[in-house]
């Protein structure tokens, strides 16, 4: 990380929904959100999926300075568990079709006894995950309505869904093309449509895109499309909302870093390093913090917009 936390906007009383929480992404946005005085209720794709949540929110609470004390405790007993737990703080809650979660009224959450932020008050609780297949965008309403119920209120989402997947353009069929559509756009329609009815004046979406979206690649032309119409969809949203005061914005990362990626593609992040005006790859940190900076007041003024976060590879020539 090429920043301290503390040089990050404070987000004590914001109420945030991160989807999306399994990948290495989606974990480092939602523990640097909880560091950063979030309260946050977190998503999974699967009941498989779901300790994978736990344990990578806690390995980057841990990674970005974090665990200390109980919290630290917390993570221990996560990845050293079988099991998510059941019940209680950071509780597991499936949704399932044709299923609506109770209705918060009037921006009050259907929980009357939600935990306390813990460490300083800083929201680092044990998060709930709600664990709903967002290839089903008709699930989509009533997980918004969870997470809501969770939370009390939803002030923000951080939407870090989405499938990526390589086809030659002779071999995509109108399936694998709708699939992509439905995961990476509907469901990000879908997840603005649930949330605007809910959120009151200051809320917010930021939809995580990709420079794909600006820029194709071989073998990306479903990705490619769909995160362009994310981008879209959101600059759209943003338009409708602004009278309500709700901003819609995307982040457009490069090549993000993880754990084997240069073992895995080799030549890829070779390249990258290559031609990346900046040298390296994109730190999940270096999205999240983006992220950070749009949910903030300091953003108030900021919607409609696509930051991208690429170590300078959209300003290199393309010939």
């Known amino acids: 990380m090429k920043y301290e936390l503390r040089h990050l906007p404070d987000l004590q009383g914001q109420k945030v929904f991160v989807t999306g929480a399994s990948g290495n992404l989606g974990a480092a946005v939602a523990a640097i959100f909880m560091l950063r005085g979030a309260r946050v209720v977190l998503h999974a794709s699967s009941a498989a999926s779901a300790q994978k949540v736990r344990v990578g929110v806690c390995a980057a609470c841990e990674k970005y300075g974090a665990a200390a ?114 995961i990476n756009v509907t469901a990000a329609h879908e997840l603005t449509r649930a949330a605007a009815r809910l959120m009151t004046p200051g809320g917010w979406l930021t939809h995580i895109a990709s420079i794909d979206g600006l820029r194709p690649a071989v073998g990306h032309a479903h990705y490619a499309s769909s995160k362009a119409a994310l981008i879209m969809q959101a600059r759209a949203a943003a338009l409708e909302l602004g009278g309500r005061r709700i901003r819609v914005n995307t982040v457009s990362p490069g090549l993000i870093s993880r754990e084997g990626i240069a073992e895995q593609w080799p030549s890829g992040v070779a390249s990258w390093q290559r031609h990346a005006p900046l040298g390296r790859l994109v730190e999940a940190s270096d999205v999240a913090a983006a992220c950070v900076m749009l949910a903030s007041c300091a953003a108030g003024a900021i919607t409609g917009q696509n930051i991208v976060v690429d170590c300078g590879m959209s300003a290199t020539p393309g010939w």
């Not at 002030?155 to 093309?177: F, R």
Request: glycine share 12%; with cysteine.
């Open 69 to 182: 004390g109980a919290v630290g405790e917390r993570c221990a007993a996560a990845r050293g568990a079988a099991d998510v737990p059941q019940s209680g703080s950071g509780c597991v809650r499936a949704v399932a079709a044709g299923e609506v979660a109770d209705q918060p009224q009037s921006g009050i959450g259907c929980l009357d006894d939600l935990p306390e932020n813990v460490a300083a008050g800083r929201g680092l609780e044990d998060p709930p995950i709600i664990v709903a297949d967002f290839a089903k965008p008709e699930l989509i309403a009533a997980v918004v309505q969870s997470a809501a119920c969770e939370l009390g209120a939803i002030t923000g989402i951080v939407n870090c869904v989405g499938w990526q997947a390589v086809h030659e353009y002779n071999e995509l069929d109108s399936a694998v093309w709708r699939q992509m559509f439905d």
